[in-house]
């Protein structure tokens, strides 16, 4: 088999073999297939597509790359959450406790931040102590006895995906379906959970930024996971604003906890259940989500979700005090107020640019070892659609660094768009896929 007749398949339109995509994968993988070959073969997929047998067998062969985990020594059913990425996404902080408090054992894995988007693992850190760097035998332990564990991806974690991805960042060829799906599939199918529920944003801040192609993705993965015999869930939720009203590690790490207080933003509450809600339905721990949403009240209600949260992060090495007493966590040394430069409504709110505030001020990485300020970023007091006056205080930044919070609060400025009319705000969630298809979410 040779790689150029692969390329000039793809290039034509066809279809390529289980055999065929094993042979351009582990070759990719041992490094005897090079990388501009990888890049012209990833482009062809940009242009021509993959069928989904195609794209099956490609998430699977990625997934097999490296190690597969076996938590068949885990009680239960275990289920894992996956965000395809967002600003001011704290819901892995809020999900995972409220789900172990039901009693669904939660064996995460988790990243860092990258560019303009953050990673729980960094958020998880500002708790003082707080480590994700457990033994395999710990972590499973930890999942027996208390429901959760995170841990960092492990090197050979899907090591195929490792290497396409850092090519496809570079060779313009990210925003296919077929490379995303796999690439997020492989390392989902790899981390071993039997439930698995996606949360795919759609919006100016997410890669899809319409519906269809949101929901086209989304029925894509959870085919492949279903497929594979892991029950998959897809939750369609909005991304034309951050999540919730705070973006920056410990400040969303105190937004997470007063959403386990029961005092979330709406937006963050809404998305938070009905992710939790769909792996307690997952893991047949409740009969429908109506029922699940009942269960998950409570456990809001009686504090245990809380509860849940001390318990990991103590069990992690990390200092539980800080979620009782919030004010615990350090701020950043300077705050700066951005006033509201006209009177109308909030019309858009470019989530990107958002984020890349938070960058700014130091609360995100430029490179994959850049050094990040956990105290730094921001909190929006309007949001699309509120009413604001001239002067009114739109938001507040954190930051260690004078000159870095003028130039994050002009960038802030610029985000944010006016209307004297009051203007249509979209749906916090659109609607779910299950094996069935997609089901759009019943409005009022
Ligand atoms: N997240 C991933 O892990 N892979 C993609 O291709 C896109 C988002």
Same mark, same amino acid.
């Given at each position: ?26 070759g ?27 794209t ?17 020594? &885990? ?18 902080? &809020?999900?995972?406790?409220l ?53 960092g ?32 599939m ?18 100016s ?19 492949i ?18 999540l919730?009203?705070t ?18 933003p709406d ?47 103590a ?71 509120e ?32 209307s ?25």
């Amino acid at each position: 088999m040779r790689m150029y007749d692969l390329i000039q398949k793809k290039k034509q339109g066809g279809a390529l073999t289980k055999e065929e995509i094993g042979f351009l994968v582990g070759g990719f993988t041992s490094g005897e297939i090079p990388d501009y070959q990888m890049s012209a073969f990833l482009m062809a997929v940009c242009l021509k597509g993959m069928n989904e047998a195609e794209t099956t067998e490609l998430t699977l062969a990625m997934a097999a790359s490296g190690d597969m985990l076996d938590l068949s020594r &885990i009680e239960g059913i275990p289920a894992d959450k996956h965000s395809t990425g967002g600003v001011g996404d704290k819901t892995s902080l &809020i999900v995972g406790p409220l789900v172990a408090s039901a009693g669904v054992p939660v064996a995460k894995m988790s990243g860092r931040g990258l560019g303009h988007t953050g990673g729980t693992i960094d958020k998880l850190e500002s708790f003082p102590g707080f480590s994700t760097a457990i033994s395999s035998e710990r972590f499973l332990q930890n999942v027996n006895e208390m429901k959760l564990a995170i841990v960092g991806q492990t090197a050979n974690l899907a090591p195929a995906d490792k290497k396409i991805y850092a090519l496809r960042d570079v060779t313009a060829t990210v925003d296919s379906i077929p490379l995303i799906a796999s690439s997020i599939m492989s390392k989902k199918l790899a981390a071993g959970s039997q439930v698995i529920v996606l949360d795919v944003k759609v919006g100016s801040g997410a890669f899809m930024k319409k519906l269809p192609a949101a929901v086209a993705l989304a029925e894509t993965m959870v085919r492949i996971g279903n497929r594979a015999g892991r029950k998959t869930y897809a939750l369609l939720t909005d991304m034309n604003q951050p999540l919730g009203r705070t973006v920056g590690n410990s400040l969303e790490v105190r937004e997470a906890i007063d959403a386990l207080s029961g005092q979330a933003p709406d937006d963050l509450m809404t998305v938070s259940l009905r992710l939790a809600e769909l792996m307690l339905v997952g893991c047949q721990k409740a009969a429908s989500t109506a029922e699940a949403g009942e269960t998950l009240r409570r456990l809001l209600a009686s504090g245990k979700a809380k509860e849940k949260l001390a318990e990991f992060v103590a069990r992690q090495g990390g200092d539980a005090s800080y979620v009782y007493e919030p004010e615990k966590f350090e701020e950043a040394p300077y705050r700066l107020t951005v006033p509201a430069p006209e009177t109308g409504y909030v019309a858009g709110i470019d989530a990107e640019e958002i984020g890349i505030c938070s960058l700014l001020l130091g609360g995100g990485r430029t490179t994959k070892d850049s050094k990040i300020d956990l105290r730094v970023g921001l909190r929006l007091f309007k949001k699309l659609g509120e009413a604001v006056r001239e002067g009114e205080e739109l938001a507040v930044l954190f930051g260690a660094d004078l000159d870095a919070l003028q130039a994050a609060k002009e960038r802030l400025l610029a985000a944010y768009r006016f209307s004297g009319q009051s203007p249509e705000v979209p749906p916090v969630i659109y609607g779910y896929v299950d094996g069935q298809g997609f089901h759009p979410e019943e409005t009022a």
